[in-house]
């Protein structure tokens, strides 16, 4: 079984890239995309989607065991996103690779915790991995982000827990007054912990990565998205079922693997292969065959928003 080599020095190289300022680019899969791209057509009381993908901003996997595990967290960090890049339904943004100076518009980041309720990073725009939250929040649909716990080591080998969450950033954060800013900034669309085997030489200065347990760390992000409508048929129709001002139902729920802090379109479909994209949403709150979602388009498309309307999730 193949594996990879981190020497101590790239990782330096690593935290020094981190926090240089070089240009954003996105990463679309090579495999063909789920749900089908489709064409956008001439909109009118519609809107110009951000995305048909949905966005995710890879900030990067932290050391969480107050030293030991900073090591393989660097060689995690620089390893994943080759990972990452081929999975279908989603387009990369590598964060680690934009910073930014201060929180746009006086806005604090928003601090992540794991699931024991330990803060990932904290709401502090000096924190590197903040900044880089800050940097990139409003060019995505989520943030994934990762952090090293329970790290074991002993006779040249050892294993880490990594956790990694997938949080909502879709949602407009600069309406301090919105009813569902508190809901919708909280999200966290997935999280799960794997474990990852390395060997470590002290004296060469190298870390060595279990390959295929990072490929299957990538494959659980992946595996965390595959649900029964992630196509668009006339067999798996999603159908607004109720409205109530910015806040509607559909069909579908955590049996279908929807999830909270999905992102997602209403739309109108115009022919075999075109929709019109009407408004955006996401994903508020999911039950067994029903789940609530929130308009986050500008006001002028609630108009759009009826019930037996088709929506689909990016």
Not at 37 to 42: T, W
Not at 193 to 211: D, H, S
Request: charged letters at 20%; one cysteine or more; hydrophobic letters at 40%.
């Amino acid at each position: 079984m193949r594996s990879l080599r981190i020497p101590f020095i790239f990782m330096a190289f690593w935290l020094f890239s981190a926090v240089a300022c070089n240009p954003v680019t996105f990463v679309t899969p090579t495999v063909p995309a789920t749900p089908p791209i489709m064409p956008i057509v001439e909109l009118s009381s519609g809107i110009t989607p951000s995305s048909k993908l949905y966005r995710i901003g890879f900030v990067g996997v932290h050391d969480a065991t107050d030293g030991p595990g900073a090591p393989v967290a660097a060689a995690i960090s620089e390893q994943l996103p080759a990972y990452l890049t081929p999975i279908r339904r989603f387009e990369w943004l590598d964060a680690q690779k934009k910073t930014a100076e201060k929180a746009p518009g006086g806005i604090l980041p928003l601090a992540v915790r794991n699931s024991k309720d330990r803060v990932i990073f904290p709401a502090d725009p000096k924190n590197p991995a903040s900044i880089r939250y800050l940097a990139v929040f409003r060019d995505v649909d989520g943030v994934l982000v990762g952090h090293v716990v329970n790290y074991r080591f002993s006779g040249g080998s050892g294993t880490v827990e990594v956790e990694m969450r997938l949080v909502n950033t879709a949602y407009e954060h600069d309406n301090q007054e919105d009813e569902f800013r508190a809901q919708l900034q909280n999200q966290v669309v997935l999280s799960f912990v794997y474990k990852v085997r390395f060997r470590m030489n002290a004296k060469q200065g190298i870390i060595t990565l279990e390959k295929a347990d990072v490929d299957k760390l990538a494959r659980q992000v992946q595996m965390d998205f595959v649900g029964k409508f992630d196509e668009l048929s006339a067999n798996n129709k999603l159908q607004i079922t109720e409205v109530s001002g910015r806040r509607f139902t559909f069909n579908a729920g955590s049996r279908d693997q929807v999830k909270p802090g999905l992102v997602g379109y209403v739309v109108r479909v115009v022919g075999t292969d075109s929709y019109k994209y009407l408004a955006q949403f996401v994903v508020l709150s999911v039950e067994d065959s029903q789940s609530t979602a929130v308009v986050v388009s500008p006001e002028n498309t609630l108009e759009n928003v009826q019930p037996m309307g088709t929506v689909i999730l990016k």
